[in-house]
């Protein structure tokens, strides 16, 4: 998404040496490998492959960021041409500078926050392209000292032919990035375009006829009629939640125990008469 904005010529005019300050280097280059050079590779001991496949990924890895970052430059100038900005610069800006005399100078601050942004991209590509022209300093010191160690005589020292091993497994490696990145973004095409139908379904227009209208307006009053009935009348209410009991109502609840047995007393046998006779 873009937004026109009108550029101020005396801002922007003290402003233009910005956007050209610096220049995107040439994009880097791989090295190509003959036949021969592959079989070599795969006949390598593996401690030579241990020391090349890590330094591959990762210059692979920077070979995808160069690009990513080419296609933001390549939007930026098209919005430097076309007067615009992209929406992530004007809501940067969104708080500030709203009066109406002040759309000008805003439109210019707009416009060298855009030129800046295309300058910091461009120089983290530089940046890059630097960094993978000068790949073989990450990798050569650790294949010489081991070329050293080992003191195989029928290994080649030269140092192009390293390079070029190095670059085979690098493009390995870039086709499999670029097959998974061409995958994720035609699975986000997918989800866009399923996205947009449905907002466009949504949002079609519907035409009913009076009588429908009429038949949902009724009913629409009746569920408004028994939902202030129930609100009005709470016993009803509490007949419908019979989980929720009145305080008024409710009564204390007594424990009950059982009746405990009375031990029988035991008989007290009668006293013995006295059955002496009187004299």
């Known amino acids: 998404m873009s937004t026109q904005i009108n550029i101020d010529s ?24 003959t036949s021969a050079q592959t079989e070599m590779y795969k006949n390598l001991p593996i401690v030579f492959k241990q020391i ?43 708080n500030i ?8 100078l805003k439109s210019s601050f707009i416009r060298m926050k855009l030129n800046h942004h295309h300058q910091l991209k461009v120089t983290q590509t530089n940046s890059l392209i630097f960094q993978f022209k000068h ?21 080649n020292h030269d140092h192009m032919l390293w390079s070029s091993f190095h670059d085979y497994l690098l493009s390995l490696k870039l086709i499999e990035f670029r097959r998974k990145q061409a995958s994720d973004n035609e699975i986000k095409i997918k989800k866009k375009l399923l996205f947009d139908i449905k907002s466009t379904t949504e949002s079609i227009p519907v035409v009913i006829t ?43 609840t007594t424990k009950v125990f059982p009746k405990r047995k009375q031990k029988k007393s ?12 009187r004299t």
């Open 10 to 33: 005396t801002i922007e005019s003290s402003s233009s040496t910005v956007s050209t300050t610096a220049e995107l280097m040439t994009y880097p280059t791989i090295l190509k490998s």
């Open 97 to 104: 500078l709203n009066q109406e005399h002040e759309a000008l």
């Open 210 to 252: 009076q009588k429908e209208l009429k038949t949902l307006n009724n009913k629409l009053k009746n569920l408004e009629l028994q939902q202030t009935h129930t609100r009005n009348n709470p016993k009803k209410k509490q007949a419908n939640n019979p989980t929720t009991t009145s305080k008024s109502n409710s009564k204390p």
């Open 266 to 277: 035991q008989s007290v046998p009668p006293k013995p008469r006295n059955t002496r006779k």
């Open 135 to 155: 790949r073989e300093t990450a990798f050569l010191p650790a294949i010489n000292e081991t070329l050293t160690t080992i003191a195989i005589s029928d290994i």
């Open 52 to 94: 090349l496949t890590p330094n591959a990924i990762k210059f692979a890895t920077t070979i995808c960021k160069i690009d990513h970052l080419i296609t933001q430059i390549k939007e930026l100038e098209a919005h430097i041409t076309a007067s615009t900005a992209p929406d992530f610069i004007i809501k940067q800006f969104k």
